[in-house]
């Protein structure tokens, strides 16, 4: 991954690689809620439990990752909708599975506290989208059907909430509901669901783990749940998306079918996929150091900021702001930070902290020799290049900062995972990654490797073959059988 | 308005205006809901009142409208943010005329139907913004602080409700919240959120009145509030924007104050500012007439749909997907429909019913004289272009159209407002549009007048001067009292 460095156009290096720190960054949920109100990206301090703001700069880069999540949606031919927060409580209630997965979590609405008219808040959309559905599919033409809606979900949490990472109101909830005419079409749309989220981590350069999730976590009212881990600094994973095959589950309960070529009427077979904002906290996670965020350029509001050093008598200013202005005019983010009352080194950091990837650099000698000097935050490398060579210089710099970045967090992640047989070593590796290790597939022996080893069973991969080398080991929760697959676990957020 | 006829180009007309029929639009209502379920804009069969269904086709058109909305407020120096639904119930009631306004309107919220939390809905969000503006607020540097949202806002409406015009929930509210040192800084936002709004409206080619409405009818903790309103096609108003100066009622109850540069600390003065779908429901309202919809190119998903007239052995087709296609690489929103199974009249129809507001034919007769013909939704006029000069033509008629329904529309609303000083006139006028009566400024007086005409007092105006000529009339409710304003009157929505 990454120009090889003698690639990166005529650019003279000046300063070579520097290892980023990341000792605070271990001690996550302090970093992270520090960072993310010191760079005034969110706001922590609201007074309802689990509700958080979005400030301007954070709502920046939502917009850009919000962006990219559409034009993936809408390219592969679903339509975006809006549908209503509410949902009547009757109609949540129509698929059994469903509602005993989520009633404790429910939020209910009435008004002035009376008059209860059984409205509850979505905390998914499947019960609102199936009457609509209903109305909307008459034969076979009208499928597949393939909607999607980015909006707030709520989820009336017991456990203890954090800043973007467990909400009850989740307001970057990115939702996609699908109808087809059989199981066939609908798992074509689950391995292209895949293939769409693996291009939005790939976008935000976050390495993830695909597993089926074991059938005590999947989705309630799913016949099977594809779901997508990331790797935090401190070893837990975060599940970063899901994709659900539904069955026939929510359309025989809502009575959704299509009259099929042969005349007769057929349930249709559903699927769903979701996303929030936990890919943006999981991002900043992952890229993070002790001197604060690092944005990948694809998603940064301000790609490039370029800070004149000041001296006597040269106008420093002048070109550091000619010099942004090109840069936007091809289309970079860039702006020029001319403030008289920050030093250079005061303004280093702040962008440094506020993650922008790219720092621009004129001082009097860089007048002299007509450059600019670039410093780039993921390596710390510094290049000195030409004035008329910047912008291209910058458009490959953008997209090298990106690879670099994404193939760092591929390294770390597969540093942190290990593959053991052992439950004591299980608990030992646990405490810095994820953990593979052979399971029968039986349910009880998964709940009780749960148990023991106090973690998640995230699933058994997909994204890999679960079965291979399999043979010889034994369950590692239940010796007394013959291990199947290898299957990842770890604690988790 | 409107570019003459002879400077569009070097384009030959083929057809001249034709008087667009709006006999059906006149029963708005029905009109309305039909036209809208028709175009797959909207959905209003949702099962709960007063929340309904944006449909991907409408959607994109709201999409563009938004974008116009945040291009104005980023532009003028406005942050987006976006706030939790949730408003605790003790914030929400602290400022106590505020309260006094929406009790009667407020969805609570609790867990599972049990343990009230005490949380509402937000109605709009001044409650939410204000303990956050207190802790981002230090100091005079920190002035003016200027934020926007868009966002869902709820009100248990008790009155019926009706699709995109009167909801429970209103998902498209754009929520603007400042603070200043002074008065005279929030006043100069007030008028800069007036200018923002003008642009919005005149970018949708939508008509308008500003009032300043009556105190009966103010924001509820409000020191005034200006009201945008417009005419719909049955004569009755509809508020499609209003801003408030809050002066320091909200800045009070909750504490916010800055230090001054005198060492001071002084309570900020606060305004908010808001509009909804609302501009939507009334910009379709407007433009459309008996054959459907009729969008303002700025927000037409599809500007341009050119379809092929075909004949055996004629390659229209090729020739269609071309003009698109140079269309689409000169940025203009153009499809080409190139289904078998319709007619080129039932295309025809069907483009004009969902309101594309530019049509481009290919026939045969056409390619052997290396033109397309142009047709115009909004004046029926036909043009013949030669192929070369199609793309140029096509901007110049984007512009053309956007102006001439603005005109249109303009003088729609100027034809239906009537200036008398007689009740029993009044009361016919108010039959078909808005009256500007006599009145003292007496509160008890606008009350009776409002009730004599079975009608709202809108406000004395903003956009003209209401005292002028005024001299020797008579408040038309009480006879007895000098008239000192013009003042706008109408049945609304």
């Not at 469903?98 to 939020?107: A, C, K, T």
């Not at 769409?196 to 976050?206: E, G, P, Q």
């Not at 900062?401 to 390294?411: I, K, L, P, Y």
């Not at 039986?442 to 890999?464: F, I």
Request: aromatic share 10%.
């Amino acid at each position: 991954m990454g120009i090889p460095i003698a690639e990166l156009g005529k650019a003279r290096i000046v300063r070579g690689r520097r290892e980023r720190k990341r000792e605070k960054v271990k001690d996550f949920i302090n970093w992270f809620n520090k960072v993310i109100m010191d760079a005034e990206l969110y706001e922590y301090r609201y007074p309802v439990k689990g509700a958080y703001i979005w400030r301007p700069y954070g709502l920046r880069v939502r917009r850009m990752v919000e962006e990219e999540i559409r034009r993936l949606h809408d390219e592969s031919g679903h339509g975006e909708v809006l549908f209503p927060v509410f949902i009547p409580l009757e109609y949540f209630s129509k698929e059994s599975e469903h509602i005993r997965g989520f009633e404790e979590e429910v939020f209910w609405v009435s008004k002035g506290g009376k008059d209860p008219e059984r409205l509850i808040l979505r905390p998914t959309s499947e019960t609102a989208m199936m009457p609509m559905f209903k109305l909307w599919i008459k034969d076979h033409t009208d499928l597949p059907l393939k909607v999607y809606q980015i909006a707030s979900v709520f989820r009336a949490e017991t456990k203890s909430t954090h800043p973007m990472i467990r909400l009850r109101e989740i307001s970057m909830f990115k939702e996609a509901h699908t109808a087809h005419a059989d199981r066939e079409d609908a798992e074509r749309t689950v391995r292209e669901a895949i293939e769409i989220y693996k291009k939005i981590y790939d976008y935000l350069s976050i390495p993830y783990l695909i597993s089926r999730r074991p059938e005590w976590d999947k989705f309630a009212g799913a016949v099977y749940t594809i779901a997508f881990d990331t790797l935090m600094p401190d070893g837990k994973t975060i599940q970063i998306g899901t994709v659900h095959y539904l069955g026939t589950n929510f359309s025989k309960v809502f009575d959704v079918t299509y009259l099929d070529k042969d005349g007769s009427a057929k349930y249709v077979h559903t699927t769903s996929y979701g996303i929030s904002e936990r890919v943006i906290a999981s991002m900043l996670a992952i890229h993070g150091d002790d001197s604060g965020l690092l944005l990948p350029p694809n998603i940064a509001p301000i790609q490039v900021v370029v800070i004149p050093i000041p001296q006597e008598g040269r106008d420093v200013k002048g070109a550091a702001e000619k010099a942004a202005e090109e840069l936007k005019a091809a289309g970079i983010r860039a702006i020029a930070d001319l403030r008289d009352d920050k030093t250079p080194g005061w303004k280093f950091n702040d962008w440094e902290m506020r993650g922008v990837p790219i720092r621009a650099e004129i001082g009097p000698k860089d007048l002299d020799k007509g450059v600019i000097t670039f410093a780039r935050r993921d390596t710390g490398e510094k290049y000195e290049v030409s004035r008329e060579e910047a912008v291209d210089f910058v458009k490959e710099l953008i997209v090298d900062v990106g690879d670099n970045m994404r193939g760092e967090a591929w390294s770390n992640m597969r540093r942190s995972i290990y593959v053991v047989d052992d439950i004591k070593e299980a608990l030992n590796k646990l405490n810095s990654g994820v953990v593979v290790v052979p399971w029968s597939g039986d349910e009880q022996c998964g709940l009780k490797m749960q148990e023991s080893l106090d973690a998640n069973v995230l699933g058994v991969p997909v994204d890999s073959d679960p079965s291979e080398q399999i043979g010889g080991h034994r369950d590692l929760a239940c010796p007394d059988k013959e291990a199947n697959y290898w299957v990842r676990v770890s604690r988790r957020y």
